[in-house]
C-alpha cells in the first residue's frame, strides 16, 4: 500500500476518535465539524479496507482492526510530531551541528568558551572545533571541511567571505629574564637584526617578512627557526633561547608561559582576526546563528583578555 494513499489528517482523526469516543468531542479537538471527521475516518478505513469502529446510535468503539492499528496509527504520528518539532528547531537556529575551524589560540582558548556561553541558550547545537592552521582558513571553508573559520586575515577568492572582527598588534614575546625584556621602551624592527627569533608556522614566517619588507637589507629579521605551533614557539622562548613574535590576542597563552610583552614599532604592524564563511553554499540555520553569536562574541573576549 503506498503510503501516499491514506493523509495525517485522517490518522490524527482516528485517533483522536479512537480518546474520545466520539465523533463531536473529536471534532472540537481538532477544529473541525463532525461531518467532517466522520469523513476523515470514512476515507482511511476505504484505502485501509477494515473498519477501524464499531458506530452505534450511543457509542463510538474501537472494532478489533481498529485496536489492532492503533499503536503503529499513535507510533507514526508521534514520529511525525517529533519531526515537526525538529524543523522548527533547525529553521529557529536551536539545533544542528556546526563545525568551526581555529588555530591553536582561538582553538583551544576562546572557541570552547564560546561554546560554552552559546549552549546556554541553543542546548541543542552542538559545535565542533577543528583545529586549522593559519594557511588553511580559507581552504577549509571554500572546500566544505568547515561551516565556519575564525583567525588572522588571509587573502580570500570568490567562494568565502571575510568579516573583519577585530585588530591585534604583533608584539614581541620573551623571557622574564631575555635582555629584550629589560627594555622599558618600544622596540624597533631594526633592534631586532641578530636576535634569534623562533617564527611559529610559514603563515607568521611570511608575515613577518611583510611587516618589514622596506627595511635595509643589513637589518632585516630572519626567523632562526621555524615550527608548526606557537606553542612551541612559546616554549622555546621561555626557556630563553630565542623570542617569537606574534599577534597580542595570544597573551592568555604566552603569559601562561611566563612571557613578557613587548610592542614592536617603525613599523607598528596589525593583524585583523576575521571569520570566514562560505560565499556560494548555503549554511545551515544553526551555522548562521553561530557565526553571528561568534561574532559579537569574539569581540568582548578579545577586549577583555589581559
Request: aromatic share 6%.
Amino acid at each position: 500500500m503506498p503510503l501516499t494513499r491514506f493523509t495525517l489528517r485522517q490518522i490524527e482523526a482516528f485517533i483522536a476518535v479512537a480518546e474520545v469516543h466520539s465523533f463531536t468531542v473529536a471534532a472540537s479537538r481538532l477544529g473541525l465539524t463532525a461531518q467532517a471527521v466522520s469523513q476523515l475516518v470514512a476515507e482511511l478505513e476505504a484505502v485501509l479496507g477494515f473498519r477501524l469502529f464499531d458506530r452505534t446510535t450511543r457509542r463510538v468503539a474501537l472494532s478489533s482492526a481498529g485496536r489492532d492499528f492503533l499503536g503503529s496509527a499513535a507510533t507514526l504520528l508521534r514520529h511525525v510530531h517529533a519531526a515537526d518539532s525538529a524543523a522548527d528547531d533547525v529553521r529557529n537556529r536551536a539545533s544542528g551541528v556546526v563545525r568551526v575551524g581555529a588555530p591553536l589560540v582561538l582553538a583551544s582558548i576562546a572557541l570552547p568558551a564560546a561554546i560554552r556561553d552559546y549552549q546556554k541558550h541553543r542546548p541543542k547545537v552542538v559545535v565542533r572545533v577543528r583545529d586549522v592552521p593559519v594557511d588553511q582558513l580559507v581552504d577549509r571553508v571554500a572546500d566544505g571541511d568547515v561551516d565556519l573559520s575564525i583567525g588572522p586575515d588571509r587573502a580570500c577568492g570568490h567562494t568565502v567571505t571575510a568579516t573583519p572582527l577585530f585588530d591585534s598588534a604583533w608584539v614581541l614575546w620573551c623571557a622574564p629574564g631575555h635582555a629584550l625584556a629589560r627594555r622599558r621602551r618600544a622596540i624597533k624592527w631594526s633592534e631586532l637584526a641578530g636576535v634569534a627569533i623562533v617564527a611559529a608556522g610559514r603563515d607568521h614566517e611570511h608575515s613577518v617578512a611583510q611587516m618589514h619588507h622596506e627595511t635595509p637589507a643589513g637589518t632585516r629579521v630572519t626567523p632562526v627557526d621555524v615550527v608548526d605551533n606557537i606553542s612551541t614557539a612559546m616554549g622555546i622562548a621561555a626557556q630563553g633561547l630565542a623570542v617569537t613574535l606574534a599577534p597580542a590576542y595570544v597573551g592568555v597563552l604566552a603569559r601562561s608561559f611566563g612571557l613578557s610583552m613587548r610592542r614592536v614599532v617603525a613599523p607598528e604592524s596589525m593583524r585583523t582576526v576575521c571569520l570566514y564563511a562560505p560565499a556560494v553554499r548555503t549554511m545551515s540555520p544553526a551555522a548562521e546563528g553561530f557565526g553571528e553569536f561568534l561574532a559579537g562574541w569574539i569581540k568582548t573576549w578579545q577586549a577583555s583578555s589581559p
